[in-house]
């Protein structure tokens, strides 16, 4: 109480004397503070018991007031003063010796509040960058200290300050010998360093000797003020007779000292405290996106950041439940790494392990939106850190399991951040991690090449329905993503030499015939057995498609060597017989209405694959390699098969087996949309295509109705249940065909309007 009354004293006989020049004033408050070490007695007493706060918070105001009257980037006296007498120095020891209690927070603030509120450049000054890296050294040292908020306040202004000014980095990365050298030693303030302007510590791991020079003579110099210099040798007398150390260096740091701005920052974002924590990140966000190539080097070689980041995500990931819902890891709100806050007892939809993953999930997050951030040396290597350490060694066993508990967990997972991954570096190693960096084609003898790549795709066709539908989504978003060697990979590396093709050499046969407006080799679908119940209600006409094409002009002829898109049409449309046709008794359910998705998406596919630079027509023939045998690849094969089993299998599996096939079809390649889209090329003996599977399945269910009493009318009742039109009844039999048959009929209505899409896009000017 006496001394806070005695500063309330002082702050009014401030105000009442007559006002100082500033450099006066700063002088007299730091000495009225090594008066305090010099004259005190009692070095227990709080910091809060002195006037210690108000003299520096003074001072701190003094400086920005010179600041603000001079010109923009001129050095005024005072700061000068601090910058001689090394003033920052002397605090970083009392803060580092914490004396008195409560000083090291104070000595914070002040650097923070300094390298904040003046805006020249201070710390190219070496006797501002070397203190501020002392500093540093001591901040993160023990967590949950009572200065732990002022730590990180300090580490991310300097954060800031080397955002504004990346070269300034270079001062931060210290000699790693003489950082280890430093460490675990003890420092105190000595007569012979202050005189010689090169330090404020000794590294002797003894506590200092103290000087037998009497303070009343050193108070005499303090009085004159051409002998100021002198208040920081009394100052070390002063801290010698009260036997002044420093607390040991932290042990448990990384053994790389060479960035110790980043190692304080990792061991602060372990604090229990969530909101130094997630400041400590933003601080990591901001030193990973540096530019200079030096500092990027030293974090990823001499700091533990990547083994921090990998570690983390190994041990919230172990931490989930080894059961968790798919629908639950699907729907869980979108994660913020820096909004991890979650109250179980507010949530109404909680469910067991949502804290747990909600906690994974962003720390995840964290982890994309820092590759994302980071200058690109550092960006590749915590990508593959990541791949490394966190997808091969702790997912990748996970998916390969037995159990299919666990095989929907991790597949449900593993769907979720490839969906949440937004950084192109992380990105390419999760892509390699599933699929492998093989580019040339597969064969049958190499399917197994990259065993997790096997195993996934075959979890396309598992004895689980839910595993293969889970597994089939997380293919369907992994196609939607920004990287050429996801379709390569899975498909265009079996399609570059076009070898699922019949190759003829053109004879002047038959360019008469294209000539007359037909398709050389093609056949007619309309004289096929399967399509003689064609009526021209399943059609479009000549003059609709006319009125739907771009028109005829000099640029764009009638014949361009592609097959007409009315026929290829027409070829989807007419696929599914009449008899097992039930949209259009249902209003808006016609093939038109894909056409505006179609539209949108395959836009959307194209601004993807833009960049990619693919070519605009097939590959010569002349030049392909037909004489090697096709494999479609694993992918495919699956995916064909499973599209022939389409009467066979549920819905939902239906479903998602032809939105991955649609999707895949969208893809702006011309092997792609000769492969999937063109009923009319020639196929290779023993090769399937998209087309050619879908017949077979026509084909096995017309004989398969004929053996179904009242079919129309119970397809028209499964397809008015599934909309929600008709209430749902009594079981219906055979009710896995007809869903089949509703789904198969939809399919070959989207593959008709892609096509058409894809058609009309490729030929308007």
Known sequence: MFSKFTSILQHAVEALAPSLPLQEDFVYHWKAITHYYIETSDDK???????????????????????????????????????????????????????????????????TKLLGRIRQPLLPHINVHRPVQKLIRLCGEVLATPTENEEIQFLCIVCAKLKQDPYLVNFFLENKLKAMALQGSASVITEDMIKDHESVTTDTGQPGQPEETPGAAGAEHMENEDELPQQAEELSFSLDELNVTSSPESSTACPNQDYNLVNSLLNLTKSPDGRIAVKACEGLMLLVSLPEPAAA???TQSTCLCELLTDRLATLYKALPQSLDPLDIETVEAINWGLDSYSHKEDASAFPGKRALISFLSWFDYCDQLIKEA???????????????????????????????????????????VRQVTS?????????????EQREPETLADINRHPLRHRLIEHCDHISDEISIMTLRMFEH?????????????????L???????????????????????????????????????????????????????????????????????????????????????????????????????????????????????????????????????????????????MGRILDQPYDVNLQVTSVLSKLSLFPHPHI????????VNLASGCKSLFSVIVRVVGDLMVRIQRIPDFTPKLLLVRKRLLGLEPEGPIIDHMTLLEGVIVLEEFCKELAAIAFVKYHTSATP
């Open 297 to 299: 080097k030293c974090l």
């Open 496 to 642: 570059e030499e076009r070898n699922y093709m019949e190759y003829k050499p053109p004879c002047q046969e038959d360019k008469d015939v294209v000539e007359n407006g037909q398709i050389a080799g093609a056949v007619d679908l309309e004289e096929d057995p399967l399509f003689t119940d064609l009526s021209p209600d399943n059609t479009l006409s000549a003059q609709e498609w006319l009125s739907a094409s771009p028109p005829v002009s000099p640029e764009h002829p009638k014949n361009d060597g592609k097959t007409e898109v009315h026929k290829i049409v027409n070829s989807f449309l007419c696929l599914v017989p009449d008899e097992a046709k039930s949209s259009y008794h249902v209003e808006g359910t016609g093939y038109d209405t894909y056409l505006r998705d179609a539209h949108r998406q395959f836009r959307d596919y194209c601004v993807i694959c833009l960049r990619w630079e693919w070519p605009g027509s097939p590959r010569s023939l002349e030049k392909c390699n037909l004489e090697a045998s096709f494999f479609e690849g694993h992918f495919l094969k699956v995916l064909f098969e499973r």
């Open 478 to 494: 992994l196609l939607q993503k920004p990287n050429e060697h996801i379709l390569y990979n899975l498909v265009l590396r079996n």
């Open 673 to 680: 949309h000769e492969y999937l889209l063109d009923p009319y």
């Open 45 to 111: 007493a709080p910091v809060t018991d002195t006037n210690i706060p108000s003299h520096l918070e003074q001072m701190l105001d003094i400086l920005v007031q010179e600041e603000n009257e001079r010109e923009s980037g001129e050095t005024g006296p005072c700061m000068e003063y601090l910058l001689h007498h090394k003033i920052l120095e002397t605090l970083y020891t009392l803060g580092k010796a914490d004396c008195p209690p409560g000083m090291k927070q104070q000595v914070l603030t002040f650097y």
């Open 424 to 436: 192109e570096v992380l990105l390419q190693e999760l892509v390699y991690f599933i699929l492998g």
């Open 375 to 417: 200058q690109k040396t550092t960006a590749v290597a915590m990508a593959k850190a990541v791949r490394e350490r966190f997808f091969i060694d702790v997912m990748e066993p996970q998916l390969m399991q037995t159990s299919e508990i666990g095989i929907l967990t991790s597949t449900a997972l593993l769907h979720r951040i």
